[in-house]
Every structure is written in structure tokens, then in C-alpha cells.
């Protein structure tokens, strides 16, 4: 059972507690569901109005076929609410830059001023990703994460910025990022509180919403902390979808209602697709390649369910890329990025654009990668083989081309030779009858064109990946 989850001791219920185990204390919310009244059914959703169509008492056959009419017109609100929800943003997998893996929940601006959280932080980040070829490359979110927020709402009930690190409050800080060509995150909580404590959207969802339009937000990362029950967390996550919808704003929707729901019950994908525009299925990413490839290992392992719900608006999220930071080799980078763009996945660093090598920021602008990863089709990648040594991937592209990654995941020796017929490729379409064949990564390269029944032999150092674009003759 993951660590932040520990099961109820009544009616069968799991208790999400507040992933205590990432802030090393005890967050007191032990009895956050048990023993508690329920809270009132959120009212005001357009697809309740089908069970609230009156039944004819009498009228004979004419009154029947006005009530079904009736029913009729109610349930294609209904869906039409539902289909609404589609709000045209995030047709390829967002990028953008996000503070929480890199930053974290520092507030102690006195102590630490260039690492808190902070309108200077965000600040700064913006004119690096103006200035230095991220917002080219296609980075074009600043994110902020938990911890904005000031301890309690306004008179007015509203959230507010904290006002000593964020002394302009949020709109300013949009209307600086918007100035540098580029958009806005926040981050709130379906639940009473955010994971690191700080004020939740719950029975706020329309006023927030409101509030972050008001502001001129562009993204809104919608956290799962703190919710009292299972039914509440999916009913706060569609809540807020429709209330972000009725902003009349663009606002790319993140969420990560299926981590949430996953230890207890198997996440309706289709559902979460028509709320959310992105979504995180397991725990956060780490600087570290055991992060890394715990993500790629449960992608792997329910790829199966999860690879064909993502499409244009609506992407599985692994959380953000680490690259540029501490705990990853050159190879594991490389990896990264590579299985990011397999994944079809939102490329949010999460890094210090201040200090970052050259070699990392030359990674993360590969426009190559990029371009894969941004590919229009919109079709998320699956492993095809794994064995003791190595992992084949592909994706497959717009122009009946193929993205084709090779993982060495050995922890041991120097590199290895993979070697496989191109048979295995796109169903045995994606070289037939030739194709050529050019290397993205760990560097640029042509390798020529192969035939249907060639076999390709890669050498791929331990723990990094070759990604290669197969492109039809
Ligand atoms: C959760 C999320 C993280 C981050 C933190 C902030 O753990 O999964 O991505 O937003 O909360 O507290």
C-alpha cells in the first residue's frame, strides 16, 4: 500500500491522509472522515438536472411522448454539459516550468530569498524562459506550486498571496509573465487544506475559480490532499473543471484525481478525461533515477489502461522533468527526456533556469525531442519488449512515422548492444516495405535506410536510451 494511504477502520473506507510521510511530521488529520458528519451534496451541477425530470402523473399517450421529449432535451444538456468540458486547450501535452520538485515549500524568504517561494522567484524564472530559448523551445507555462498562499482568506473569503513573498498578489505577478509572452500556473487543493496545509478549495470551488480568472491564471494544478471521502474528491474535481469553464477563461485543468482515487478504486479514465486536461496517476517524481524509472515501471505495467485514454487534451501526467538538477547522470537525463516524449507527456522542468549546464539546457531545448514529443497525432507511447537487459518502446507519430526508444535498464557494466528485427515495429508496418532511420538522442545522427527485414543492433550505455524517428519510405 503506497505510504500515504492507510486504510479506515469503518465501512470499508481508505483515509487519504496528506502524504505526512513527505514532511516527516504527523499532519493531524486521523479522523478527517470517521466519526464526521457528512458534508452537504454540492449542489449546482448541469448533469444532476436528468434525475430531477418530473414523471407524468397522467395525460395518457401525448403527455408520455412530451415527458420523453422532455427527458430527451434534459439528458442532451446534460451531455452536452459533459462534452463542454472539452474546453479546446492542451491539444498537444503542455510544457512549462513548475517550482515544486526544485523549490519545494521553502517561505523563509529572510533565511533563503533566492530559493523561497516568492513573486522573485517567479520573477526571474520568467526572464530566463524569455531571455534564454525556453519560451522558444515551446516552455511556455511559469508554474507556481503549494505554498503561495497566505495562512487564511480574505474577508471576502478569497484565496490570497502570501503578501511578504508575493507583495504585488498574483494578478501583477500574471501581468509580468504575460508581458514576457508567456502564461501563469497556480496551484490549489480539492480538499480543506493543500498537502503542505496551507487553505483548500473545498465549498470555494466557484469563488476560486473566479478569483484565478479574475487574476488572468492560465493553468491550474488541482491537488488531491485533504479530501474527506472518495465521492467529495471526485465531486471537488468536477466542481472546479465546470466552475474553471464558466470563468469564460482559458484554463488548462491539471489534476491528480486518479493518484488519489487508485489505492481504493480503478479511476474512470473516460470520465477524467472529460474534466481534467492532465492528470498524475502515481506518486511525485524525485530527483533520482529510482524515481525515474518507478514511473516508467508503473507506466509500463498499465499501459494497458492508460495509453489509450490520452489524446489531444487530455494527457497522462508522470510528473515533472528533473533534468538539470542533481540526482541524475547524463544517461538518466537523456532517459528522461526521451521516455517524456514517448509518453506523450507535459513537460514541466523543475529546475533552477539560474544555474542549469549548458548540457541540460541543450537536452531540454532538443527541439527533435520536443517535435516528438508535441507530435499532433497525439498518441501515447507503449513498451513493446522488455527483457533482462533492455526495454523497447514506440510511439507512433503523425505521417505514419514511429518514435522508437531503446532503455538499457542494467545497473551494471558498460554499454550493452540491443539488437532486433524492425518487424517488431508498428505492428510490422512501420518499415514496410523501408524506412529510414535517424537517431534524436543521446545526439543527432542518420542511420541510413533499412529494408522490412533488417535487424538494428544499438548500443545504449547503462541506465540511458536511444531514441530514434522511423520514418516511412
Ligand atoms: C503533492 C503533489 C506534488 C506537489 C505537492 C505540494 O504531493 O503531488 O506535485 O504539488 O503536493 O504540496
Redesign the pocket.
Known amino acids: 500500500m503506497p505510504p500515504h494511504v492507510t486504510r479506515g477502520r469503518r465501512r470499508g473506507y481508505s483515509r487519504l491522509a496528506a502524504?505526512d510521510w513527505?514532511w516527516g511530521r504527523a499532519v493531524p488529520h486521523d479522523d478527517w472522515f470517521l466519526g464526521q458528519p457528512r458534508p452537504p451534496n454540492p449542489r449546482g451541477l448541469g448533469i444532476r438536472a436528468v434525475s430531477h425530470a418530473a414523471v407524468p402523473r397522467r395525460g395518457g399517450a401525448m403527455a408520455a411522448v412530451r415527458w420523453m421529449l422532455r427527458w430527451v432535451a434534459v439528458a442532451a444538456a446534460a451531455v452536452a454539459a459533459a462534452l463542454a468540458l472539452d474546453n479546446g486547450l492542451a491539444r498537444t501535452p503542455p510544457m512549462g516550468w513548475l517550482h515544486?520538485?526544485r523549490f519545494l515549500?521553502g517561505t523563509d524568504c529572510a533565511a533563503d530569498p533566492r530559493r523561497c517561494v516568492s513573486e522573485q522567484l517567479f520573477v526571474e524564472m520568467a526572464d530566463r524562459m524569455a531571455a534564454e530559448g525556453w519560451r522558444d523551445a515551446g516552455y511556455e507555462f511559469i508554474c507556481i506550486?503549494?505554498?503561495w498562499m497566505a495562512p487564511t482568506r480574505d474577508k471576502q473569503g478569497r484565496l490570497q498571496a502570501d503578501p511578504r513573498r508575493f507583495p504585488g498578489g498574483i494578478r501583477k505577478l500574471a501581468d509580468y509573465v504575460h508581458s514576457k509572452g508567456l502564461k501563469l500556473g497556480i496551484?490549489s487543493d480539492v480538499g480543506n487544506r493543500?498537502?503542505?496545509g496551507f487553505p483548500g478549495s473545498y465549498n470555494y470551488y466557484e469563488l476560486d475559480a473566479q478569483t484565478f480568472a479574475s487574476w488572468g491564471v492560465d493553468l491550474l494544478?488541482f491537488?488531491g490532499?485533504n479530501s474527506d471521502s472518495l465521492e467529495l474528491l471526485a465531486e471537488g474535481y468536477r466542481r472546479m473543471s465546470l466552475a474553471l469553464n464558466r470563468t469564460g477563461r482559458s484554463i488548462v485543468y491539471s489534476c491528480?484525481w486518479p493518484?488519489y482515487l487508485r489505492p481504493v478504486q480503478q479511476p474512470n479514465y473516460t470520465e477524467i478525461k472529460q474534466y481534467c486536461n492532465h492528470w498524475?496517476n502515481f506518486?511525485?517524481v524525485y530527483d533520482s533515477w529510482s524515481s525515474i524509472k518507478s514511473i516508467l515501471d508503473w507506466t509500463a505495467l498499465h499501459q494497458d489502461t492508460i495509453v489509450k485514454i490520452a489524446g489531444p487534451g487530455g494527457w497522462n501526467d508522470p510528473?515533472?522533468l528533473v533534468i538539470g538538477n542533481f540526482g541524475l547522470s547524463w544517461d538518466q537525463s537523456v532517459t528522461q527526456m526521451a521516455m517524456w516524449a514517448i509518453m506523450a507527456a507535459p513537460l514541466f522542468m523543475s529546475n533552477d533556469l539560474r544555474h542549469i549546464s549548458p548540457e541540460a539546457k541543450c537536452l531540454l531545448q532538443n527541439k527533435d525531442v520536443i517535435a516528438i514529443n508535441q507530435d499532433p497525432l497525439g498518441k501515447q507511447g507503449y513498451q513493446l519488449v522488455k527483457d533482462k537487459n533492455f526495454q523497447l518502446w514506440e510511439r507512433p507519430l503523425s505521417g505514419r512515422a514511429y518514435a522508437v526508444a531503446v532503455l538499457n535498464h542494467q545497473e551494471i557494466g558498460g554499454p550493452q548492444n540491443f539488437t532486433f528485427s524492425l518487424t517488431l515495429l508498428g505492428n510490422g508496418l512501420a518499415c514496410n516495405p523501408a524506412c529510414s532511420i535517424r537517431q534524436v538522442l543521446p545526439a543527432s545522427r542518420d542511420w541510413g535506410v533499412y529494408s522490412w527485414l533488417s535487424s538494428l543492433s544499438v548500443e545504449v550505455n547503462p541506465t540511458g536510451t536511444v531514441l530514434l524517428k522511423v520514418l516511412p519510405l
Do not use: I, Q, S
Request: charged content about 50%; glycine content about 0%; some cysteine.
Open positions: 502524504r513527505r515544486w520538485e515549500c506550486d503549494d505554498c496551484y493543500t498537502c503542505a494544478k491537488d490532499c491528480e493518484f498524475r506518486y511525485d510528473d515533472m
